[in-house]
């Protein structure tokens, strides 16, 4: 190629990035405002609580975005989970910008959501979510959000599986907000805090959220019909969120669209690239500092010790701490019970949580993880959930007062305990389980 042709090739190029460059730009960023009709919470005593939104409006900004259809999930899969640092107030984020994607007759859907100990039982400052629309909207619709803590397996068909509800919150979008498409966008939920006292502000439930978004017909009660074929969260698929972490699962609210989540709705995308996580990102008002405490000391309260020592219960190395099932007194007893004890630096916590990597050596088995509340003196069951067979990584904050799980009168122990039971037919006889991290996260001002 002589120079001149070299040179006419050269700004061809050029000016093909000055287009991508402005394609970039001009993204579509609309801003608006979101009314809110009802935010329940579950307050300290326990009960429900309607916090008054009359006449409450929030600033909302929407980005435009590019989403597939997924149409076809298939039966869920065990995954590897990771834990990254956060951003100074980001306590969940599942968006690498890239491999957005949704299910088109799915408005109504559920994830496990791990948010980072910094966030337990903070204020909600900014929520950012996705949504695909086919049709867009010319009327007002509802995005109706539900958190609940709790999940229980074996309630069968047609049974709500997730309790303990811990907020409900109705926004009503306005005609228009909405066009056809995939949209990010981002609610300004500070905005709403100088309206209620301090002892009212809704605050982050502590550690694991069941998050559920359901796309409606406007309804004052948040009791309109789904907007089926029309509207469906967004999911961020890319790996695994890159603060807090999500199991590569959700729940599709298809049979019917009923507002009920049962087990047996679980639903994934096939795995790795197209992991099953909301597209999410979720930051508090105020964190504080998290600190890693690893344990100092092991026991096998039940069981057989199968390899592995003290330090490798320290990092996620695959240097694994493993227990073979032991004899047990009675049926009802766990025959593999490790408990772990470390030191914290301080008993002023705002946040304390078990973060642990394990897996069993056959399906069948159920895991139960407890904490030592050492002002009541009893084990407090934090965890209980199916045992996978490949390495998972889980995040469980302590119910309730963290410093309760603190013992001041010796050097500020706590004290975990994982546990594994037969629940269903196993492979081996002789199971057993690997534990490849076995750590606290100490959350302090």
């Known amino acids: 190629m002589d120079g001149i042709g070299r040179n006419m090739s050269n700004r061809f190029l050029f000016l093909l990035a000055l287009l991508g460059l402005a394609a970039m730009a001009s993204a579509e960023v609309r801003w608006g405002q979101v009314e809110l009709a009802f935010f329940r919470v579950r307050g300290a005593d326990g009960r429900m609580i309607d916090l008054p939104t009359q006449g409450v409006v929030i600033p909302v900004r929407m980005e ?209 690239p197209n992991q099953a996580n909301f597209l999410m990102d979720l930051t508090t008002q105020q964190g504080g500092v998290t600190d890693t405490v690893r344990p100092y000391q092991v026991s096998l309260f039940r069981g057989k010790a199968n390899g592995g020592n003290i330090a490798s219960l320290q990092f996620i190395d695959q240097n694994y701490y493993k227990a073979l099932k032991g004899i047990v007194a009675n049926g009802s007893e766990a025959p593999i019970q490790i408990i772990m004890d470390g030191f914290v630096s301080t008993t002023n916590l705002t946040a304390l949580s078990a973060d642990i990597v394990t897996k069993v050596s056959t399906p069948g088995l159920s895991q139960i993880v407890e904490m030592y509340n050492f002002v009541t003196n009893t084990w407090v069951q934090v965890d209980q959930r199916t045992a996978a067979t490949s390495d998972t990584h889980l995040t469980i904050g302590a119910p309730g007062t963290a410093s309760d799980y603190v013992d001041p009168t010796n050097g500020n122990d706590v004290r975990l305990k994982i546990s594994y039971k037969q629940v269903g037919p196993v492979t081996q006889s002789l199971w057993g389980c690997s534990v490849d991290l076995g750590n606290w996260l100490a959350t302090h001002p």
């Open 64 to 272: 435009r975005i590019q989403a597939h259809s997924y149409k076809q999930p298939k039966p869920p899969a065990q995954n590897n989970i990771h834990f990254l640092a956060p951003a100074v107030s980001e306590v969940y984020k599942n968006d690498l910008g890239t491999n957005y994607f949704y299910d088109p007759g799915g408005p109504s859907a559920l994830d496990d959501v791990n948010i980072l100990p910094v966030g337990n039982n903070q204020w909600w400052y900014d929520l950012t979510l996705g949504v695909y629309t086919s049709t867009g909207n010319s009327a007002k619709i509802m995005n109706r959000q539900l958190g609940w803590t709790n999940y229980v397996q074996g309630l069968g068909h047609d049974v709500q599986a997730f309790s303990n509800l811990v907020f409900d919150v109705g926004w009503v979008f306005q005609p228009g907000q909405f066009p056809a498409g995939s949209w990010k966008y981002t609610i300004n939920i500070h905005n709403y805090w100088s309206q209620i006292p301090d002892y009212n502000k809704p605050r982050v439930p502590n550690g694991l959220i069941y998050f559920a978004q359901e796309w409606r017909a406007y309804d004052l009660l948040g009791n309109g019909a789904f907007l089926t074929n029309q509207f469906s969260p967004v999911f961020s698929g890319d790996g695994d969120p890159q603060i807090g972490f999500s199991d590569d699962q959700y729940w599709n609210d298809w049979d019917p669209v009923d507002g009920i989540f049962a087990e047996d709705e679980v639903d994934y995308f096939g795995g790795p």
